[in-house]
T-cell receptor, first 114, second 114 residues
Framework: ETGVTQTPRHLVMGMTNKKSLKCEQH?????MYWYKQSAKKPLELMFV???????ENNSVPSRFSPECPNSSHLFLHLHTLQPEDSALYLC?????????????FGPGTRLLVL | AQSVTQLDSQVPVFEEAPVELRCNYS??????LFWYVQYPNQGLQLLLK??????LVESINGFEAEFNKSQTSFHLRKPSVHISDTAEYFC????????????FGTGTRLLVSP
């Protein structure tokens, strides 16, 4: 596979469930990002990793827990979510995280919390 | 902090007509500017970006955007649109120093009809 892949593409979970979103990039990049895309709202940057170290955490509730075991993989662990967490979660990567770089996005995981 | 305003949530246009999608930003520091496009059921893709140099930047599929520092704008234009240009367009900025932290607008949905 090429580019940035995300699994699953769709996820329905109850508020008491625990699930994980997976992102994998095949571009040799060293920076990875999680975004939340809700209807009528701007994309929200949630987490940024550079060389497996978290460099940004944008006041995200602790029910979202990221993990970056290596520069190719990024996970978002979910637990005790709320219905307002329903959204499209996008993963992206870039070569090193420098200001002018292009970010490459995956297709997203559409999450529905019941 | 930065913010991005895309006043038009939706722009309907006929095929082969010109279009302009507006983007204004606010920032206390110098920024780099981006336009990303999202086709249905896909992640975002870079359309074009302004980093420095000529204030007019072009994409490979006929779009162009002009950075206007005095008006803090980065409007996107195309002289003749195609049906295939139907998508959502996002304007984004990041400070031009430090780690990249994109701040997005709410997006403009371009609807091209025959």
């Amino acid at each position: 596979e090429t580019g940035v892949t995300q699994t699953p593409r769709h996820l329905v979970m109850g508020m008491t469930n625990k699930k994980s979103l997976k992102c994998e990039q095949h571009l040799g990049h060293n920076a990875m990002y999680w975004y939340k895309q809700s209807a009528k709202k701007p994309l929200e940057l949630m987490f940024v990793y550079s060389l497996e170290e978290r460099v940004e955490n944008n006041s995200v509730p602790s029910r979202f827990s990221p993990e970056c075991p290596n520069s190719s993989h990024l996970f978002l662990h979910l637990h005790t979510l709320q219905p307002e967490d329903s959204a499209l979660y996008l993963c992206a990567s870039s070569p090193s995280g420098e200001e002018g770089e292009t970010q490459y996005f995956g297709p997203g995981t559409r999450l529905l919390v019941l | 902090a930065q913010s991005v305003t895309q006043l038009d949530s939706q722009v309907p246009v006929f095929e082969e007509a010109p279009v302009e999608l507006r983007c204004n930003y606010s920032s206390s520091v110098s920024v780099y500017l981006f336009w990303y496009v999202q086709y249905p059921n896909q992640g975002l893709q870079l359309l074009l970006k302004y980093l420095s140099g000529s204030t007019l930047v072009e994409s490979i599929n006929g779009f162009e955007a002009e950075f206007n520092k005095s008006q803090t704008s980065f409007h996107l234009r195309k002289p003749s649109v195609h049906i295939s240009d139907t998508a959502e367009y996002f304007c984004a900025v990041t400070p031009n120093t430090g780690f990249q932290k994109l701040v997005f607008g709410t997006g403009t949905r371009l609807l091209v009809s025959p």
